[in-house]
């Protein structure tokens, strides 16, 4: 048979293409043909109507509205959660099967969803507000990628003492390397510059769609522009969304409504917004981030161990989910106030993270008889995600046996947190694994915090699998030799 799908996460990044993937495979090992549209932060190319006409049915893997909804009208459509299609493809292929086979007048019709933002219209308002900050934190990450890397780098190729060299359009040295290094730092710094008005212009952006960016990138830069830094950023965005939804709500003449969302909104949110943030709420956020920032450069002993291992329970919590991000963006955040503390935090986070992909294949490398073909096959790849900091490789273990593979990786993950943040270890990239450690303060006991916890990761997951197994041999034994009456 033929199939279609999207695939959409709310961070558009991992699970997005990990469904793809998941998908595709499964079909070629039923000898189906799928084609996927990944709607997510890459892009693909849009299913053509020839792939949309031949298809026998439809596959929506999607945790957020999907784009062109009504290109699918008259076909059978199947609607699972992303993960579905990461765990379960099977199951998604036989309920497709099931819905191309049912007659056309029984199929639901495709229409569009009323809303076109980056939430369902009938999401529970914490889901609403969960995947909000996810999206504002999704078109955040190529930002924070592109300016923390390449003031990593500055600093590899200059030292720290880049950041006081002079503005390279008063003096650039091509033929010196602390030259490159200068402007690597300056694009960098500017690239960083947009983290704040990014991520709250896109929070809007999912509240209230396109009208809601002017306001939320002003308010944003307007966080910035008072020290209220990232906190206010998100509390921006909520602003900026929440007015531009108010002011769709007023009837106005129907000769307006051409210029409303163009000038209207734009105009009449950014005023809004601003004037909050500069009269209402701002300083409050302000005095609040100062105060964390100090919390966070007085950190030492057990306060920062236990922080360590709190981020690392969370990095391995859902491997890419909502409590990983949160995780993330809190480290994130502290890079852009530049303290030694949030540095540390930033170390603590990413080693964390590349715990549960390593810890399980290294697992199945050692005891492979305890892990499936498929399994054996993932761990070969986790080794790369895992060096890469892509927490997702671990995802197709914990999807198989999640109550053995999640604790596991939990307690690997919070202790290589603790460790970092006991070591003192610091980072200026936000992202890179295994590349940057180069870059990384006290780069050799990050790399002992990082082995410890997937040691730990490892251990835990080969125990829990043979307490399973040896529980399961005595049932077998009885199964093939019962005892008669």
């Known amino acids: 048979m033929k199939f279609v799908a999207i695939t959409a996460c709310p961070t558009g990044i991992a699970h997005t293409y990990m469904a793809a993937e998941s998908l595709e495979q499964t079909a070629k090992a039923n000898g189906d043909t799928i084609v996927v549209e990944t709607q997510g932060s890459a892009g693909s190319e849009p ?32 609607e699972a959660p992303v993960k579905a299609a990461i ?72 030292g720290y003492q880049i950041a006081d060299a002079p503005k390279v359009t008063e003096h650039f040295d091509a033929g010196s390397l602390a030259g490159w290094a ?34 939320g ?11 209220a830094g990232f906190l206010g950023g998100l509390v921006a965005g909520l602003f900026a969304g929440g007015v531009v939804l108010g002011l769709k709500k007023i009837r106005v003449p129907k000769a307006m409504r051409g210029i409303m969302p163009v000038v209207v909104y734009p105009l009449l949110g ?5 004037v909050l943030m500069y009269v209402v709420v701002g300083k409050p956020i302000a005095i609040a981030t100062t105060g964390l920032t100090h919390w966070l450069n007085s950190l030492s002993g057990t306060s920062a161990v236990l922080l360590g291992a709190l981020l690392g329970l969370m990095m391995a919590f859902d491997m ?36 549960p992909p390593l810890a399980l294949a290294l697992a199945s490398t050692v005891r492979k008889k305890l892990f499936t073909a498929a399994e054996r096959e993932n761990g070969r790849a986790a080794w ?96 093939a030799h019962p005892v008669n009456a």
């Open 217 to 227: 990138f002003v308010g944003g830069a307007v966080s910035v522009a008072i020290g």
């Open 270 to 274: 950014t005023v809004v917004v601003g």
């Open 182 to 215: 200068a402007l690597m730092y300056q694009i960098g710094s500017v690239a960083f510059q947009f983290l704040v008005p990014v991520l709250a212009g896109f929070i809007a952006f999912a509240m209230a769609d396109r009208p809601a960016i002017a306001p």
């Open 384 to 479: 790369l995600l895992g060096a890469s900091f892509i927490t997702e490789g671990a995802i197709p273990f914990a999807a198989a046996d999640p109550f053995r593979v999640i604790p596991s990786i939990m307690a690997g993950s919070a202790v290589t947190g603790a460790l970092s943040m006991a070591f003192g270890a610091t980072l200026r990239a936000p992202h890179g694994g295994i590349f940057v450690v180069p870059l990384i303060g006290n780069p050799l006991l990050f790399l002992v915090a990082l082995v410890a916890g997937t040691l730990v990761a490892a251990t835990s997951v080969v125990l829990l699998k043979q307490l399973r197994f040896r529980s399961a041999e005595p049932a077998a034994a009885v199964s």
């Open 87 to 158: 765990n379960d493809a099977a199951g998604l292929f036989e309920r497709a099967k099931a819905a191309a086979a049912e007659p056309p007048a029984d199929r639901p019709a495709a229409a569009e969803p009323e809303l076109t933002t980056k939430v369902g219209e009938h999401d529970r308002l914490g889901s609403r507000i969960r995947q909000w900050l996810m999206t504002g934190v999704s078109y955040l990450i190529p930002f924070v990628a592109a300016g923390g890397l390449l003031i990593a780098v500055s600093f590899a190729l200059g």
């Open 47 to 78: 299913l053509s109507a020839a792939d949309i006409a031949d298809a026998d049915a439809v596959i929506f893997a999607a945790d957020l509205a999907v784009a062109g909804r009504e290109r699918f009208a008259g076909k059978p459509i199947v």
């Open 320 to 355: 890419g989910g909502p409590v990983n991000k949160a995780a993330y963006a809190f480290a994130v955040g502290g890079l852009t106030t530049g303290s030694a503390g949030s540095l540390q935090i930033m170390a603590a986070v990413m080693a964390a993270g590349m715990v």
